[in-house]
């Protein structure tokens, strides 16, 4: 057996940097012999996750396995390998008048970290809704076809099992069908907490919705947001110089940051500027208008490492589920101890999720309302999320493993209830070593 070579390895959030092994092969025979000759392997996708879940002794990335298996243009069902990203489904069948189901706020990830993560996005449903099927080796090496009537157990371990029962290798889901790649979308300013609340409540007739938020109000202006509701657009409503193409996007030169930011420039002060400019750029209380779906759906993903604005120290993003009954309570604790931390969040995000499959005991979601933080990383910042932690577990709530990095406490057990035998990641270590 040739000698492992390791290197420096990150997700997104460029924390925690680990010096492990790699190993990429489209090759099922050599994945085989991958797992076979090492004790701990783990697999990883294209790396945009924030957490640690995909790091661990011996990574196996799934890089090489991107290629597209068929597609099925009457009924909207892809097949792929799991290294495909999903940029790649949607560069194929946008134009075919389909789009993804249920998207995350990245379309840089991989169908294989789509299905371990169980993504969600602006919806209220998660990837697993339109999973179809995929196919998993196991810690043998045997390859299982997994699916709601065929190695069932497998299926719905795997889907949000972060990565610990087995490497996908290909996977079958069905798309949404569209008529145009724009959106139809509302912003509206809301004051306050009590305000953003109410808008949620009043967009459950919408399919998608999402808020900003600034996270360092106080008082009367706790919980001030802007939220972005909105609607694939029908040909007719599409403003005259979009319709001789409707499903075709121009394709855009993406600026990217050049280099990692100092680490002061990231600070409450900035953070406070940033928030006053988000929610004064819109003047009137609500605007509507005509956009293409990437700028719904992928905001960031028009700048390219957008993660270096944080600095080499890296950043974490810490996600939580709140119970919809409590969710208005929850959430202001959470954004009470963020603004007396004097760890200000340069994006946070809140969204509601609605109810999911109870047979994806391992999923993240259930139907409550979501919050997700970005925090650079500094001294102060374990004891902040150790805060946070003992908050949302008072209120009924749970974390999201595809973010986390930092967590220690018991929001984490349903992760335990995955055999993970010889799949093991840095994340599920740490978890079950603060038991």
């Known amino acids: 057996m040739k000698p492992d070579f390791t290197q ?6 460029n924390f925690p940097v680990v010096e492990k092994q790699m190993k990429s092969e489209d090759s099922f025979k050599k994945i085989k012999e991958f797992i076979q000759d090492h004790n701990e392997v783990i697999a990883r996708g294209n790396g945009r996750c924030y ?4 790091l661990g002794e011996n990574i196996f990335s799934t890089k090489k396995l991107n290629k597209f298996i068929s597609f099925d243009r009457l009924n909207g069902i892809i097949e792929c390998e799991s290294g495909v990203l999903l940029s790649d489904v949607l560069e194929i069948s946008v134009p075919q008048g389909y789009f993804l189901m249920v998207t995350p706020g990245t379309k840089f990830i991989t169908i294989g970290g789509a299905i371990a993560s169980d993504v969600h996005g602006k919806g209220v449903h998660c990837f697993s809704e339109c999973l179809i099927e995929f196919s998993l080796m196991n810690e043998s090496g045997d390859i299982l076809k997994c699916s709601r009537d065929e190695n069932s157990e497998k299926f ?11 490497i996908i290798l290909s996977a079958k889901f069905r798309l949404k069908k569209i008529e145009t790649a724009y959106i139809r979308q509302e912003s509206i300013k809301a004051k306050n907490l009590d305000e953003i609340f109410e808008l949620f409540e009043e967009c459950e007739s919408w399919t998608y919705n ?6 360092l109000q106080k008082g009367e202006n706790i919980g001030r947001s802007v939220l972005q509701r909105g609607e694939f657009a029908s040909k007719n409503e599409l403003p005259e110089k979009f319709k001789g193409k409707p499903l075709r996007l121009k394709t855009k030169k993406l600026p990217a940051v050049p280099f990692y930011f100092p680490g002061f420039v990231l600070n409450n002060l900035t953070v406070k500027i940033f928030n006053f400019l988000i929610y004064n ?3 009137n209380k609500v605007v509507k208008n005509i956009l293409p779906y990437e700028s719904f759906f992928y905001p960031l993903d028009i700048i390219e490492d957008w ?31 963020i603004a007396n931390s004097g760890n200000g969040s340069f994006l946070a995000v809140l969204k509601f999720i609605g109810k999911n499959n109870p047979m ?5 979601p259930f139907e409550g309302y979501t919050l997700a933080l970005d925090f650079k990383v500094n001294n102060k910042l374990k004891k902040l999320v150790a805060e946070l932690d003992h908050i949302v577990e008072e209120f009924g709530g749970r974390i999201y493993l595809a973010k986390d990095s930092m967590s220690k406490s018991s929001l984490t057990d349903y992760l335990r209830n ?9 994340q599920h270590k740490r978890i079950l070593n603060n038991k």
């Open 210 to 215: 999402v808020a900003w938020i600034d996270c």
């Open 51 to 54: 957490g640690d879940a995909s």
């Open 8 to 13: 420096k390895v990150s997700n997104w959030g």
């Open 281 to 283: 750029k819109q003047k």
């Open 156 to 166: 719905w371990a795997t889907i949000g099992g972060m990565g610990l029962t087995g």
């Open 418 to 426: 995955v055999e993970s035998s010889k799949f093991v990641s840095l």
């Open 360 to 364: 994806a005991y391992n999923s993240f």
């Open 307 to 337: 993660n270096k604005i944080y600095g080499k120290s890296g950043f974490i993003q810490y996600q939580m589920v709140i119970p919809k009954e409590k969710g208005k309570e929850g959430m202001r604790r959470i954004l009470e101890t």
